[in-house]
Nanobody, 128 residues
Framework: QVQLVESGGGLVQAGGSLRLSCAAS????????MGWFRQAPGKEREFVAA????????YYADSVKGRFTISRDNAKNTVYLQMNSLKPEDTAVYYC?????????????????????WGQGTQVTVSS
C-alpha cells in the first residue's frame, strides 16, 4: 500500500500563490509517476500536472501551463505543486495520485483511471 498526504491548501486572493505538497509513504517503486488532479463542485475530477519520478519529464494541462510548476524531492518522497497567478476558476479540491503501471505517455498520465493510489485532497479557494 501507498499512503499519500496532501497539504498546503487554503484561501488566497486572485493573483496570489500557494504551494501544495504530497508526501508518499509505504511501498516504493523504481519507476512511476505522480500527478495532481482537481475537482470543483459539480464537475469531474480533472488532470492538472504530472511528473515522472525517474526522469525530468513533466506535463501540464493547458489551463495551468505557465502558472503551475510540479517538482519532486526524491529523498523526501514528496511532490510539490507551486501555483502562481491563481484565478477564481482554480478553486477546487486538489488531489495527488500515484501511477505505478505503464510507460510514461501523455494519454496514460492524463487519465485519472490509470492512477493506483490517491490522497485525501486539500481545498484551494481563490477569491476574486
Amino acid at each position: 500500500q501507498v499512503q499519500l498526504v496532501e497539504s498546503g491548501g487554503g484561501l488566497v486572493q486572485a493573483g496570489g500563490s500557494l504551494r501544495l505538497s504530497c508526501a508518499a509513504s509505504g511501498r516504493t517503486f523504481s519507476n512511476y509517476a505522480m500527478g495532481w488532479f482537481r475537482q470543483a463542485p459539480g464537475k469531474e475530477r480533472e488532470f492538472v500536472a504530472a511528473i515522472n519520478w525517474s526522469s525530468p519529464s513533466t506535463y501540464y494541462a493547458d489551463s495551468v501551463k505557465g502558472r503551475f510548476t510540479i517538482s519532486r524531492d526524491n529523498a523526501k518522497n514528496t511532490v510539490y505543486l507551486q501555483m502562481n497567478s491563481l484565478k477564481p476558476e482554480d478553486t477546487a479540491v486538489y488531489y495527488c495520485a500515484v501511477l505505478i503501471r505503464g510507460t510514461w505517455s501523455v494519454p496514460l498520465i492524463r487519465n485519472r483511471y490509470n492512477y493506483d493510489y490517491w490522497g485525501q485532497g486539500t481545498q484551494v479557494t481563490v477569491s476574486s
